[in-house]
C-alpha cells in the first residue's frame, strides 16, 4: 500500500476502484467494504484507492468540540496497510475543503484526479458541502461521468449492525470483549513509556507509565485490564490500570502497565498496548495493604485469562 498525503498528489493514468470515508477503528464493516473494493479491483485490472482526512472534519468544523477516535491517524494506516489497499489518500480537511460541493468532488476529484472506474460506499453515506451528497446523487452523477456505483449495506456481527459509534459506546462502558468482537481485532493504545512516581516498584508492581500524545485518541473507561503488548519481537502480558490511583491519592488520570514476568527497561520506548480483557472497576482501598491484595488477586486472575484464551 502506498499512503499519499493531499490529493494533489495523487497522479493515475490507471483506472480505480474507490471507496471514501472515515473509516475510524477500521472495523469488521470497514473490512467488508475493503475486501469486496480490494477484490473486485484485482479482478478487473483495477487500482483500490481509499481516500480518508485528517484532521477529522468535526476538529476543524466543530473547534472545542471534544472527540474521540478509535484509531489515531498512525494506527488507521497501519490496520489499512494489512488490507492490501493500493493506495491510501490521507486528504487535510480544512474549511475551504469543506465548501467543496458534491458535484465538485465527483467531476473534479472522483472522475478528473482518480480516473474512478467503480465507487463502493458504506450504508448511508453523505459527503460534499453541508453532506448534501448521498447514493441518490451518486447514482446520477455515475451516469453522467460513466462509473458505477454501489453502497454496501450495514454489517451485522450477532445481529447487531456494526458501527463506529457503537464501538465508541462499548468501550466507554468497559464492554471490551464486544468491543473487540465488532472491531476484529484487539483495541490498542499507543504512547510512550515515560518516568512515573515510581510508586508501583515500592510495593511489588513495577509499572511502565504511559503517555499518549494524541489528545483526540478514545481512553476506554477507568479500571484494570488484561493486556498483551510486543517488545522486542517478543510477546509480554500484564495488566493494565487506567485512573487517578484514588488510593495514593491521585488526582489526574494515568495510564499504568505492569507486565508479567519482565524485567527490562523501557523508558521511551513507544509500546502498542492490545487491550484484552476487563477485568474490575478502580477502587478506592482503605490502605496499601489491601490495595496489594487486590492486585495480587487481580494478578491470579489476568493469568488465569491468559492460560485459557485460545
Given at each position: 500500500?502506498?499512503?499519499?498525503?493531499?490529493?494533489?498528489?495523487?497522479?493515475?493514468?490507471?483506472?480505480?476502484?474507490?471507496?471514501?470515508?472515515?473509516?475510524?477503528?477500521v472495523?469488521?464493516?470497514?473490512?467488508?467494504?475493503?475486501?469486496?473494493?480490494?477484490l473486485?479491483?484485482?479482478?478487473?485490472?483495477?487500482?483500490?484507492?481509499?481516500?480518508?482526512f485528517?484532521?477529522?472534519?468535526?476538529?476543524?468544523?466543530?473547534?472545542?468540540?471534544?472527540?474521540?477516535?478509535?484509531?489515531t491517524?498512525?494506527?488507521r494506516e497501519?490496520?489499512?496497510?494489512?488490507?492490501?489497499?493500493?493506495?491510501?489518500?490521507?486528504?487535510?480537511?480544512?474549511?475551504?475543503?469543506?465548501?467543496?460541493?458534491?458535484?465538485e468532488?465527483v467531476?473534479?476529484?472522483?472522475?478528473?484526479?482518480?480516473?474512478?472506474?467503480?465507487?463502493?460506499?458504506?450504508?448511508?453515506?453523505?459527503?460534499?458541502?453541508?453532506?448534501e451528497?448521498?447514493i441518490q446523487?451518486?447514482?446520477e452523477?455515475?451516469?453522467?461521468?460513466?462509473f458505477t456505483v454501489?453502497?454496501?449495506?450495514?454489517?451485522?456481527?450477532?445481529d447487531?449492525?456494526?458501527?463506529?459509534?457503537?464501538?465508541?459506546?462499548a468501550?466507554?462502558?468497559?464492554?471490551?470483549?464486544?468491543?473487540?468482537?465488532?472491531?476484529g481485532?484487539?483495541?490498542?493504545?499507543?504512547?510512550?513509556?515515560?518516568?512515573?512516581?515510581k510508586l508501583g516498584?515500592?510495593?511489588?508492581?513495577?509499572?511502565?507509565?504511559i503517555?499518549?500524545?494524541?489528545?483526540?485518541?478514545?481512553?476506554?473507561?477507568?479500571?484494570?485490564?488484561?493486556?498483551?503488548?510486543?517488545?522486542?519481537?517478543?510477546?509480554?502480558?500484564?495488566?493494565?490500570?487506567?485512573?487517578?490511583r484514588?488510593?495514593?491519592?491521585?488526582?489526574?488520570?494515568?495510564?499504568?502497565?505492569?507486565?508479567?514476568?519482565?524485567?527490562?527497561?523501557?523508558y521511551?520506548?513507544?509500546?502498542?498496548?492490545?487491550?484484552?480483557?476487563?477485568?474490575?472497576?478502580?477502587?478506592?482501598?482503605?490502605?496499601?495493604?489491601?490495595?496489594?491484595?487486590?492486585?495480587?488477586?487481580?494478578?491470579?486472575?489476568?493469568?488465569?485469562?491468559?492460560?485459557n484464551t485460545p
Amino acid at each position: 500500500m502506498k499512503t499519499i498525503i493531499d490529493i494533489s498528489n495523487f497522479v493515475t493514468e490507471e483506472k480505480t476502484f474507490v471507496t471514501i470515508g472515515t473509516f475510524d477503528g477500521v472495523h469488521y464493516g470497514h473490512q467488508k467494504i475493503l475486501e469486496k473494493l480490494i477484490l473486485e479491483a484485482k479482478k478487473t485490472g483495477k487500482k483500490s484507492v481509499l481516500l480518508t482526512f485528517f484532521p477529522h472534519p468535526r476538529m476543524v468544523l466543530q473547534k472545542g468540540a471534544s472527540i474521540e477516535l478509535i484509531n489515531t491517524i498512525t494506527e488507521r494506516e497501519k490496520l489499512l496497510k494489512k488490507t492490501g489497499l493500493d493506495y491510501l489518500i490521507i486528504h487535510p480537511f480544512s474549511r475551504e475543503f469543506s465548501r467543496t460541493t458534491a458535484l465538485e468532488f465527483v467531476r473534479d476529484i472522483l472522475v478528473n484526479k482518480f480516473n474512478i472506474s467503480k465507487l463502493i460506499i458504506g450504508y448511508d453515506h453523505h459527503f460534499g458541502k453541508n453532506r448534501e451528497g448521498n447514493i441518490q446523487q451518486l447514482t446520477e452523477y455515475s451516469y453522467l461521468y460513466d462509473f458505477t456505483v454501489e453502497e454496501i449495506p450495514a454489517q451485522d456481527v450477532d445481529d447487531v449492525s456494526v458501527s463506529s459509534t457503537k464501538i465508541r459506546h462499548a468501550l466507554h462502558a468497559g464492554n471490551l470483549k464486544t468491543a473487540n468482537r465488532y472491531l476484529g481485532y484487539n483495541f490498542m493504545l499507543n504512547g510512550v513509556v515515560v518516568n512515573g512516581k515510581k510508586l508501583g516498584g515500592k510495593i511489588g508492581y513495577p509499572t511502565a507509565n504511559i503517555s499518549i500524545e494524541e489528545d483526540y485518541k478514545l481512553i476506554p473507561k477507568t479500571g484494570v485490564y488484561v493486556v498483551k503488548a510486543t517488545i522486542n519481537k517478543n510477546s509480554v502480558f500484564g495488566m493494565m490500570n487506567i485512573g487517578n490511583r484514588p488510593t495514593v491519592n491521585g488526582n489526574y488520570q494515568t495510564i499504568e502497565v505492569h507486565f508479567f514476568d519482565f524485567n527490562q527497561d523501557l523508558y521511551g520506548k513507544k509500546l502498542t498496548i492490545e487491550l484484552l480483557y476487563f477485568l474490575r472497576n478502580e477502587e478506592k482501598f482503605d490502605s496499601l495493604d489491601a490495595l496489594i491484595h487486590q492486585l495480587k488477586e487481580d494478578e491470579k486472575t489476568a493469568k488465569n485469562y491468559i492460560l485459557n484464551t485460545p
